[in-house]
């Protein structure tokens, strides 16, 4: 990974990147607001399809605007599920939050 610091005032969205999503880090998004970061955004691998939804609403309240997972894991023949449309809003979230 490549790493780059910049001055807070200029930080336009920052994107939280989780490998497995298991829970919510509260403390995260009101850390990074208290330097004046507004837009905070979480993706993750991968998490489990009947977590998704509680986890989604936990991180909206935790003050993260949008949650994204590459795909979740399900039980059944296929164990991963893709959702291209929620890709596509999620980066569509992204790009309105960074438009000057």
């Known amino acids: ?3 780059k610091f910049v001055e807070p ?5 920052v994107v939280s990147c989780k ?3 298991l829970g919510i880090d509260k403390t ?6 208290r330097h004046g970061v507004k837009h905070i955004f979480l993706f993750a691998e991968c998490c489990r399809e009947t977590q998704f939804e509680k986890l989604e609403k936990r991180a909206k309240n935790a003050g993260y605007l949008s949650l994204c997972c590459l ?3 399900q039980k059944g023949p296929s164990p991963f599920k893709y959702d291209e449309v929620s890709y596509v809003d999620f980066g569509k979230a992204i790009l309105k ?3 000057p």
Do not use: G, T
Request: overall charge neutral; glycine content about 0%; cysteine-free.
């Open 1 to 3: 990974m490549d790493f």
């Open 9 to 13: 005032e200029r930080v336009r969205a």
């Open 19 to 21: 490998s497995s999503l």
């Open 28 to 33: 995260y998004p009101e850390k990074l607001k």
């Open 71 to 73: 795909y979740l894991i």
């Open 97 to 99: 939050a960074v438009e």
